[in-house]
């Protein structure tokens, strides 16, 4: 667990994650492009899936933007490609499966969940500039309405 924050003029912490396809992708492969690192906890769950539907709708002015957009979660490959083949999920999405990555990020720790404290992911959402240095860090966001709102602070149309 972590109270780890990072903020915006940090280099985002390295890594090293299988995606949907089991290809290999390291943080360094995202330079030269800035990227929306996302971070949410399970594929195919009702708020993952409405959060990775808006980020589908919303790619073709993220992306004229300059924008790419990356899903973390714990889930396997496997279910990873299920997710974004049902989905129509058009962007990549990463495995880490024991939250290391999670943590470096500071998105794995305690949250409320139907009134109970436990230990998980904190929906959480990382832009990254060119060089891989974090430009926004927003903590604990909703499912619902996030992307509109990171648009908006993005100042991206749709």
């Not at 915006?8 to 089991?22: E, I, K, M, N, Y």
């Not at 594929?43 to 073709?60: H, K, L, N, V, W």
Request: with cysteine.
């Amino acid at each position: 667990m972590t109270n780890l924050r990072l903020e915006p003029g940090t280099p985002a912490p390295d890594f090293s994650l299988v995606d949907q396809d089991g290809t290999t992708v390291r943080l360094a492969d995202l330079s030269g492009q800035r990227t929306i690192l996302y971070f949410y906890p399970a594929a195919m769950t009702p708020g993952c899936t409405t959060q990775a539907c808006d980020f589908r709708d919303s790619i073709g002015s993220l992306e004229g933007a300059g924008y790419r957009v990356v899903g973390v979660s714990r889930d396997e490959p496997a279910k990873l490609a299920e997710f974004r083949e049902r989905d129509g999920l058009a962007f990549t999405l990463l495995s880490d499966p024991d939250h290391t990555v999670h943590s470096a990020y500071g998105v794995w720790g305690e949250k409320m969940n139907y009134g109970k404290v436990i230990e998980g992911v904190i929906r959480s959402t990382f832009v990254l500039d060119e060089q891989g240095v974090i430009t926004m860090a927003l903590y604990n966001v909703k499912a619902t309405g996030h992307v509109a709102r990171l648009r908006k602070l993005l100042g991206v149309d749709a």
